[in-house]
Protein backbone atom coordinates (compact mmCIF):
# COMPACT_ATOMS: atom_id res chain seq x y z
CA UNK A 1 0.00 0.00 0.00
CA UNK A 2 1.34 3.46 -0.93
CA UNK A 3 1.60 6.12 1.81
CA UNK A 4 -1.17 8.36 1.97
CA UNK A 5 -3.24 6.31 -0.50
CA UNK A 6 -7.14 6.40 0.66
CA UNK A 7 -6.27 8.07 3.41
CA UNK A 8 -10.27 8.03 4.32
CA UNK A 9 -9.82 4.05 4.73
CA UNK A 10 -7.37 4.35 7.48
CA UNK A 11 -8.81 3.97 10.75
CA UNK A 12 -10.84 0.47 9.47
CA UNK A 13 -7.46 -0.78 7.39
CA UNK A 14 -5.47 -0.50 10.89
CA UNK A 15 -7.91 -2.58 11.89
CA UNK A 16 -5.57 -6.00 12.90
CA UNK A 17 -7.51 -9.70 12.66
CA UNK A 18 -10.09 -9.11 12.64
CA UNK A 19 -12.23 -12.17 10.98
CA UNK A 20 -15.75 -10.27 11.40
CA UNK A 21 -14.78 -8.61 8.45
CA UNK A 22 -16.74 -10.72 5.49
CA UNK A 23 -16.29 -8.34 2.87
CA UNK A 24 -13.17 -6.81 1.53
CA UNK A 25 -14.19 -3.09 1.76
CA UNK A 26 -16.73 -3.42 4.15
CA UNK A 27 -17.29 0.01 5.67
CA UNK A 28 -13.96 1.05 5.29
CA UNK A 29 -14.45 3.99 2.37
CA UNK A 30 -17.55 5.95 4.44
CA UNK A 31 -15.71 9.35 4.80
CA UNK A 32 -15.64 9.17 0.80
CA UNK A 33 -19.52 9.16 1.02
CA UNK A 34 -19.57 11.41 4.13
CA UNK A 35 -17.13 14.25 3.11
CA UNK A 36 -16.86 13.68 -1.10
CA UNK A 37 -20.34 13.59 -1.79
CA UNK A 38 -21.28 16.96 -0.60
CA UNK A 39 -18.04 18.74 -1.88
CA UNK A 40 -18.83 17.04 -5.25
CA UNK A 41 -22.31 18.84 -5.28
CA UNK A 42 -20.61 22.06 -4.01
CA UNK A 43 -17.76 21.38 -6.97
CA UNK A 44 -21.06 21.51 -9.36
CA UNK A 45 -22.79 23.93 -7.32
CA UNK A 46 -20.53 27.01 -7.10
CA UNK A 47 -19.00 27.20 -10.62
CA UNK A 48 -22.88 27.47 -11.77
CA UNK A 49 -23.56 29.84 -9.29
CA UNK A 50 -20.05 32.05 -10.43
CA UNK A 51 -21.10 31.30 -14.32
CA UNK A 52 -24.79 32.87 -13.11
CA UNK A 53 -23.05 36.34 -11.67
CA UNK A 54 -20.84 36.28 -14.61
CA UNK A 55 -23.99 35.87 -17.49
CA UNK A 56 -22.84 39.01 -18.76
CA UNK A 57 -18.88 38.86 -19.07
CA UNK A 58 -18.78 36.58 -22.00
CA UNK A 59 -15.28 34.90 -21.46
CA UNK A 60 -15.56 34.26 -17.81
CA UNK A 61 -18.94 32.92 -17.86
CA UNK A 62 -17.81 30.48 -20.76
CA UNK A 63 -15.08 29.15 -18.81
CA UNK A 64 -17.69 28.74 -15.47
CA UNK A 65 -19.96 27.05 -17.45
CA UNK A 66 -17.09 24.71 -18.88
CA UNK A 67 -16.37 24.12 -15.18
CA UNK A 68 -19.70 23.70 -13.96
CA UNK A 69 -19.82 21.24 -16.56
CA UNK A 70 -16.49 19.26 -16.27
CA UNK A 71 -17.06 19.03 -12.52
CA UNK A 72 -20.73 17.69 -12.99
CA UNK A 73 -18.91 14.63 -15.85
CA UNK A 74 -16.84 14.08 -13.51
CA UNK A 75 -19.64 12.85 -10.89
CA UNK A 76 -21.67 11.12 -13.92
CA UNK A 77 -18.27 8.98 -14.65
CA UNK A 78 -17.54 8.23 -11.11
CA UNK A 79 -21.29 7.21 -10.90
CA UNK A 80 -21.22 4.77 -14.04
CA UNK A 81 -17.61 4.05 -14.06
CA UNK A 82 -16.40 3.22 -10.87
CA UNK A 83 -19.64 3.04 -8.92
CA UNK A 84 -20.32 0.15 -10.51
CA UNK A 85 -17.04 -1.39 -9.87
CA UNK A 86 -17.75 -0.15 -5.98
CA UNK A 87 -20.73 -2.37 -6.41
CA UNK A 88 -19.17 -5.60 -7.38
CA UNK A 89 -16.31 -5.34 -5.13
CA UNK A 90 -18.53 -5.09 -2.11
CA UNK A 91 -19.77 -8.19 -2.55
CA UNK A 92 -16.39 -10.65 -2.52
CA UNK A 93 -15.39 -12.06 0.56
CA UNK A 94 -11.97 -11.58 2.16
CA UNK A 95 -10.82 -15.48 1.59
CA UNK A 96 -11.86 -15.70 -2.08
CA UNK A 97 -11.15 -12.77 -4.37
CA UNK A 98 -13.16 -13.73 -8.10
CA UNK A 99 -11.18 -14.63 -11.30
CA UNK A 100 -12.59 -11.22 -12.84
CA UNK A 101 -10.44 -9.22 -10.63
CA UNK A 102 -7.94 -7.75 -12.42
CA UNK A 103 -10.36 -6.82 -15.19
CA UNK A 104 -12.51 -4.97 -12.63
CA UNK A 105 -9.51 -3.40 -11.08
CA UNK A 106 -8.45 -2.06 -14.40
CA UNK A 107 -12.24 -0.50 -14.86
CA UNK A 108 -11.67 1.28 -11.05
CA UNK A 109 -8.71 2.61 -11.52
CA UNK A 110 -9.20 3.85 -14.88
CA UNK A 111 -12.63 5.48 -13.73
CA UNK A 112 -10.82 7.21 -10.99
CA UNK A 113 -8.28 8.65 -14.09
CA UNK A 114 -11.01 9.41 -15.94
CA UNK A 115 -12.52 11.28 -12.88
CA UNK A 116 -9.18 13.00 -11.97
CA UNK A 117 -8.77 14.13 -15.30
CA UNK A 118 -12.02 15.43 -15.58
CA UNK A 119 -11.75 17.60 -12.49
CA UNK A 120 -8.54 18.84 -12.92
CA UNK A 121 -9.51 20.00 -16.49
CA UNK A 122 -13.03 21.79 -14.39
CA UNK A 123 -10.16 23.42 -11.72
CA UNK A 124 -8.55 24.77 -14.57
CA UNK A 125 -11.80 26.50 -16.18
CA UNK A 126 -12.57 27.52 -13.02
CA UNK A 127 -9.21 29.41 -12.54
CA UNK A 128 -9.13 30.57 -16.17
CA UNK A 129 -12.89 32.03 -15.59
CA UNK A 130 -11.52 34.15 -12.61
CA UNK A 131 -8.30 34.73 -14.86
CA UNK A 132 -10.76 36.37 -17.38
CA UNK A 133 -13.15 38.43 -15.41
CA UNK A 134 -13.71 42.10 -16.93
CA UNK A 135 -11.72 41.34 -20.00
CA UNK A 136 -12.80 40.76 -23.54
CA UNK A 137 -11.01 38.17 -24.86
CA UNK A 138 -7.74 36.26 -24.18
Avoid at 16 to 32: D, H, K, L, M, P
Avoid at 76 to 91: E, I, K
Wanted: with cysteine; glycine share 8%.
Amino acid sequence: VRPCSRVGAAPSAMVAGSVARTTVFNEQFWGFAAVGEPLDVAAILFPAILAWLMRSDSPAFAYAVAATVLYLLALVVWYFWVQGANGVMATWSVSAIPQDFEALRLRWETGHIAVATLKLGGFVALILSLLTVGRLGI
